[in-house]
């Protein structure tokens, strides 16, 4: 089967920084997506890595170890406006399937 | 970036009538589109794959009775909620690939997404 879990829930502060895990089983793999999705809306293209190693994108980044089959998405300098759902989502042939997704609220 | 649209963008029906909604690739051709649903604080779940000129792939525990589509054009899918109930009350949202000059692989492009409420 295919499994992707992320935390269900975390907290921040503004300002700091916060790390949000994702672990993947699955039976294929092309590469792995950041998405940011505000209540309502649908899913925004953050990240995508298909090679082992870091992504730096300004105040994002992603991180993914194939072998591990885990990534992370970091983001720095917290905003009000992160308060957000992140989902991460696996490329698999031509199919994205998506993790369970983190809903990340951001506290001045 | 590629823009998909959907319409309609919200959609309250009775019990037991069917429902309409188009996904169109507004700049860009599409053979392939993606069919999603979310419930409330919940990821999004794949439903099938639409193929323009042929049949759907549906994902595992999907009704293709239920849920029918069509990709008549290379940039229109319409997935139809037949007979709706309300537990079919969802956010759908659709999603086109096209080819990302800057990273050489196939992004995808959401649209904004239906909510559909069945009372």
């Known amino acids: 089967g295919q499994n992707i879990d992320q935390p269900t829930e975390m907290t921040a502060t503004e300002g700091a920084i916060v790390q949000i895990n994702c672990t993947y089983q699955?039976?294929?793999?092309?590469?792995l997506f950041w998405y940011q999705q505000h209540a309502g809306e649908a899913p925004t293209f953050l990240s995508y890595n298909v090679l082992d190693g870091l992504e730096e994108k300004g105040r994002f980044s992603s991180f993914l170890s194939r072998s591990k089959g885990y990534s992370y998405l970091l983001l720095k300098e917290l905003q009000m406006k992160d308060s957000a759902s992140y989902l991460c989502?696996?490329?698999?042939?031509?199919?994205?399937?998506f993790g369970t997704g983190t809903r990340l609220q951001v506290f001045p | 970036g590629a823009v998909v649209s959907q319409h309609p963008s919200r959609v309250i029906c009775k019990s037991g009538t069917s429902v309409k909604i188009e996904c169109r690739s507004l700049?860009?051709?599409?053979?392939?589109m993606f069919w999603y649903r979310q419930f409330p604080k919940q990821s999004l779940m794949l439903m099938a794959t639409s193929n323009e000129g042929s049949k759907a792939t549906y994902e595992q525990g999907v009704e293709k009775d239920k849920f029918l589509i069509n990709h008549a054009s290379l940039t229109l899918s319409t997935l139809t909620v037949t007979s709706a109930h309300p537990e079919d009350s969802s956010f759908y949202i659709c999603?086109?690939?096209?080819?990302?000059?800057?990273?050489?692989?196939?992004?995808?492009?959401f649209g904004p997404g239906t909510r559909l409420t069945v009372l």
């Open positions: 699955t039976s294929g793999f092309n590469g």
């Open positions: 989502a696996v490329h698999n042939t031509d199919k994205l399937i």
């Open positions: 999603s086109a690939p096209s080819i990302s000059s800057a990273y050489s692989y196939n992004e995808q492009f």
């Open positions: 700049d860009f051709q599409a053979t392939t």
